[in-house]
Nanobody, 126 residues
Framework: QLQLVESGGGLVQPGGSLRLSCQAS????????LGWFRQAPGKEREGVSC????????YYSDSVKGRFTVSRDNAKKMVYLQMNSLKPEDTAVYYC???????????????????WGQGTQVTVSS
């Protein structure tokens, strides 16, 4: 059974940093993209970042570009999101998601992803 488990969320002051991790398990294929999404109260789920199966292609939303960095460790089936210079508007539940794909690109459309983690809360507040 495929599972995605996020960790690393918490409370941080504006300007601070957090590193989210997501452990994938329960499958053997090497052909998958990974994405990070977030959802704030009363708002739609939005794409934050994604990374292709090779790790060579990454995308970021305009709101996090230059502050967040996505990476993956295929041997461990892990994906990470390093979040720096955090702002109160980054407060949300963050989800990792997985899509099986043989393509070289990833995307930030939630509908492209079949499997989702349970989410981890990130709160940026003084």
């Amino acid at each position: 059974q495929l599972q995605l488990v996020e960790s690393g969320g918490g409370l941080v002051q504006p300007g601070g940093s957090l590193r989210l991790s997501c452990q994938a398990s329960g499958f053997t294929s090497d052909y998958y993209n990974l994405g990070w999404f977030r959802q704030a109260p009363g708002k739609e789920r939005e794409g934050v970042s994604c990374i292709s199966r090779s790790g060579y292609t990454t995308y970021y939303s305009d709101s996090v570009k230059g502050r967040f960095t996505v990476s993956r460790d295929n041997a461990k089936k892990m994906v990470y999101l390093q979040m720096n210079s955090l702002k109160p508007e980054d407060t949300a539940v963050y989800y990792c998601a997985l899509e099986f794909s043989s393509g070289r690109l990833c995307n930030l459309r939630p509908t492209s992803y079949t499997y989702w983690g349970q989410g981890t809360q990130v709160t940026v507040s003084s």
